[in-house]
């Protein structure tokens, strides 16, 4: 029988929020040196901007300090005060991207290459073989994406809604661990996983991985739920067990319990960081300001971070490789 996890990854609803390591406010001399950078890789291209020439002299101890947090601390990390108003979409790009140089190396989003994610309303219809849920307003259930640590910069906010829920995976194995252990074995083993419609770089029409795993002592939870649905939904594919629906419905459960779960709004110059192997997340849906100019507006980037944990070898379908600090992660190109 699988034993509970005592860590601080383990963490439930409202006490994230009291923790050290969740929050950094950006003071004045932090802006001046992210300015600072920002000048100094005037030039450059985007993707050209790295660590070692967007220098953060006193910063990047501390986004060390966020890196080692994520992966053996709490797992979500939120940074506040940036000024994101005196910075127009490309500047704030580059800003985000050399900040978040050092925490990791950004992986590819989709088959094009990209490695910086407009997360808006694209008003794709629902058949659309470019929609994807980061394109819409619409609700998105709790989920994982394909990457160590999810990283949110927020431009601009919608006229209303558009909440972030955020959960620890390792609190719902937990609580699951205790009230229900025959789910947990069956989210141990392997569940099958449609390729993504945008994800025209990968061979594989599907792969198999365990929504739950232990591996070399480390948990891991990932979860797409739309992409299982999907998989199972396939003409002649072997329909989904009642009990792996149930499993899975439970994680639901489990996540939608206001004292596991915690709600926060990011504000324009917000920065949020995720481990997605120890938290889920998901999105309130939004309705936008009419204005374009006003549109809410998120910049992502996904992750792969040298301090990662080893992974269960089932995950090599869609993460590449499971070594512990290799680059992983990410869609091909196609």
Same mark, same amino acid.
């Given at each position: 029988?699988?034993?509970?996890?005592?860590?601080?990854?383990? !963490?439930?609803?409202?006490?994230?929020?009291?923790?050290?390591? !969740?929050?950094?406010?950006?003071?004045?001399?932090?802006?001046?040196?992210?300015?600072?950078?920002?000048?100094?890789?005037?030039?450059?291209?985007?993707?050209?901007?790295?660590?070692?020439?967007?220098?953060?002299?006193?910063?990047?101890?501390?986004?060390?300090?966020? +890196?080692?947090?994520?992966?053996?601390?709490?797992?979500?990390?939120?940074?506040?005060?940036?000024?994101? =108003?005196?910075?127009?979409? =490309?500047?704030?790009? $580059?800003?985000?991207?050399?900040? #978040?140089?050092?925490?990791?190396?950004?992986?590819? +989003?989709?088959?094009?290459?990209?490695?910086?994610?407009?997360?808006?309303?694209?008003?794709?219809?629902?058949?659309?073989?470019?929609?994807?849920?980061?394109?819409?307003?619409?609700?998105?259930?709790?989920?994982?994406?394909?990457?160590?640590?999810?990283?949110?910069?927020?431009?601009?906010?919608?006229?209303?809604?558009?909440?972030?829920?955020?959960?620890?995976?390792?609190?719902?194995?937990?609580?699951?661990?205790?009230?229900?252990?025959?789910?947990?074995?069956?989210?141990?083993?392997?569940? /099958?996983?449609?390729?993504?419609?945008?994800? #025209?770089?990968?061979?594989?029409?599907?792969? =198999?991985?365990?929504?739950?795993?232990?591996?070399?002592?480390?948990?891991?939870?990932?979860?797409?739920?739309?992409?299982? =649905?999907?998989?199972?939904?396939?003409?002649?594919?072997?329909?989904?067990?009642?009990? +792996? $629906?149930?499993?899975?419905?439970?994680?639901?459960?489990?996540?939608?319990?206001?004292?596991?779960?915690?709600?926060?709004?990011?504000?324009?110059?917000?920065?949020?960081?995720?481990?997605?192997?120890?938290?889920?997340?998901?999105?309130?849906?939004?309705?936008?300001?009419?204005?374009?100019?006003?549109?809410?507006?998120?910049? /992502?980037?996904?992750?792969?971070?040298?301090?990662?944990?080893?992974?269960?070898?089932?995950?090599?379908?869609?993460?590449?490789?499971?070594?512990?600090?290799?680059?992983?992660?990410?869609?091909?190109?196609?």
């Amino acid at each position: 029988m699988p034993q509970a996890f005592n860590i601080p990854a383990a !963490w439930r609803g409202k006490e994230l929020l009291n923790r050290d390591d !969740w929050q950094l406010v950006f003071d004045e001399s932090a802006v001046a040196e992210l300015d600072a950078a920002l000048e100094s890789a005037h030039g450059l291209k985007l993707e050209d901007i790295s660590a070692a020439n967007f220098k953060l002299p006193s910063l990047s101890e501390k986004l060390l300090a966020i +890196q080692h947090s994520l992966e053996h601390g709490s797992g979500a990390v939120m940074l506040r005060g940036l000024p994101i =108003e005196r910075y127009g979409e =490309e500047q704030a790009a $580059r800003l985000f991207w050399g900040l #978040t140089s050092h925490i990791g190396t950004a992986v590819s +989003q989709s088959p094009a290459g990209e490695r910086i994610f407009h997360v808006r309303d694209e008003g794709y219809s629902e058949n659309d073989p470019k929609a994807r849920g980061p394109s819409s307003r619409k609700k998105l259930s709790y989920h994982t994406d394909r990457c160590d640590v999810i990283s949110f910069l927020c431009v601009r906010q919608a006229a209303s809604g558009g909440e972030n829920y955020l959960v620890s995976s390792v609190a719902i194995y937990n609580a699951m661990l205790q009230q229900r252990p025959d789910l947990v074995e069956v989210l141990m083993q392997p569940y /099958r996983y449609q390729r993504h419609n945008v994800d #025209t770089g990968n061979e594989l029409p599907y792969y =198999e991985q365990p929504i739950f795993s232990i591996h070399e002592g480390h948990f891991a939870a990932n979860l797409l739920r739309v992409l299982i =649905e999907r998989a199972y939904s396939v003409p002649g594919a072997t329909p989904m067990s009642d009990l +792996q $629906r149930e499993a899975l419905d439970y994680i639901e459960q489990l996540a939608d319990d206001p004292s596991l779960h915690v709600s926060f709004r990011q504000q324009a110059g917000d920065v949020v960081f995720l481990n997605n192997w120890v938290t889920l997340h998901r999105r309130s849906e939004f309705v936008d300001h009419t204005n374009p100019d006003r549109k809410r507006l998120l910049l /992502r980037i996904w992750l792969s971070v040298p301090n990662s944990r080893p992974l269960d070898p089932r995950f090599a379908g869609s993460y590449g490789t499971t070594q512990a600090g290799a680059i992983r992660g990410g869609m091909r190109p196609a």
